[in-house]
């Protein structure tokens, strides 16, 4: 519910998991050593240069699958996420997520459901497995993010929305009961499909990590969108008071997902972005500060257009697995 959990640690609820996804994430696993059409606008930093770093990578096989232990009773919801209004071809769009917070404060899981053609669901938790739906938005939603953005201690909710900047529901709490007013989230001027937050600096206030999918975009534009490498790209943008200061760590992107691990140890988030269409994924190694990332560079052998991420402890060794 994104409090402060240390240096470098928050927490956010934040899920878009498809279900080839999940079924995919019980075959395998890759171990490795870790810790706890708007253009867009100038100025960025240049992309840092890439240096190899070393890393131990171990690919081991899970159990055969158990039984299971408990049932699952299926429940509708009143909610419908739409396809665009015409027949699609070769590539006509992704999906929409989902997120689930706490956003009245009264002790239930609350659940918003993104819309690509029509208004996001927010289904109200009544308790007892009763929802309450309220319309929320317009429409060309995509990921959804639940998170205390400014730190006033209400959850606010963060989505990422097609072919726009993302838009921030802020949480004002009038008369003890949610309400949202609709934002921009300043200084945050592209298109991103994917984005999260962590407080990478250890200054108390979160910072935003997004990437983009520039092969919609580049659909949109008729495959002419040309800026700067021919797309978007990934951003760290560094929370200073009520604004952002933008990092640019890559030109392009077809993120899918974003992951921040201890890759090496050193108590700071690093960044790895899963990406899409034959792209390999992108991993950062934070710095002194968070203008200064090295390169990752990957093992040759490691899954390809992964559609999400996640990291646990495994083998209860005090280090998380991705």
């Known amino acids: 519910m994104a409090r402060k959990m240390g240096r470098g640690c928050s927490r956010a609820s934040v899920c878009n998991l498809p279900y080839d996804a999940m079924m995919l994430a019980l075959c395998s696993v890759v171990v490795i050593g870790a810790g706890c059409a708007g253009v867009p606008s100038a100025p960025f930093t240049e992309p840092p240069a890439s240096r190899v770093v070393a890393a131990r990578v171990e690919t081991l096989p899970l159990s055969d699958p158990q039984q299971p232990c408990s049932s699952f009773i299926a429940h509708d919801l009143p909610h419908i996420t739409r396809a665009a209004p015409r027949i699609p071809a070769l590539y006509e769009s992704n999906g929409s997520g ?7 404060g009264d002790g239930d899981l609350d659940i918003v459901l993104a819309d690509l053609s029509g208004p996001s669901t927010l289904l109200w938790n009544e308790g007892n497995l009763q929802f309450r739906a309220e319309p929320l938005g317009e429409g060309r939603v995509r990921g959804l993010t639940i998170v205390d953005v400014d730190g006033d201690e209400l959850l606010d909710i963060v989505a990422t929305r097609q072919f726009d900047k993302p838009v921030w529901w802020r949480n004002t709490g009038m008369e003890g009961v949610a ?17 999260t937050f962590a407080d990478l600096d250890g200054d108390g206030d979160l910072d935003l990590i997004a990437a983009s999918y520039d092969t919609e975009i580049q659909k949109q534009q008729g495959l002419i969108f040309q800026y ?7 951003f760290v943008y560094e929370r200073h008071g009520a604004s952002y200061r933008a990092y640019r760590l890559s030109n392009e992107s077809d993120a899918l997902a974003i992951a921040l691990p201890d890759l090496n140890s050193d108590g700071r988030r690093d960044i ?3 990406h899409d269409f034959n792209r390999l994924d992108d991993v ?5 500060t968070l203008d200064e990332w090295t390169r990752f560079e990957l093992p040759e052998r490691i899954s390809e257009n992964p559609m999400s991420l996640d990291m646990g402890d495994i083998d209860n060794d005090g280090v998380a697995e991705l």
């Open 98 to 104: 989902l997120a689930v917070g706490d956003l009245d």
């Open 179 to 195: 309400r949202f007013e609709e934002m921009i989230l300043p200084d945050v001027n592209n298109w991103f499909y994917t984005l």
């Open 228 to 234: 700067r490498g021919g797309g978007v790209g990934v």
């Open 272 to 274: 790895w972005v899963a």
């Open 284 to 288: 950062w190694l934070q710095g002194d």
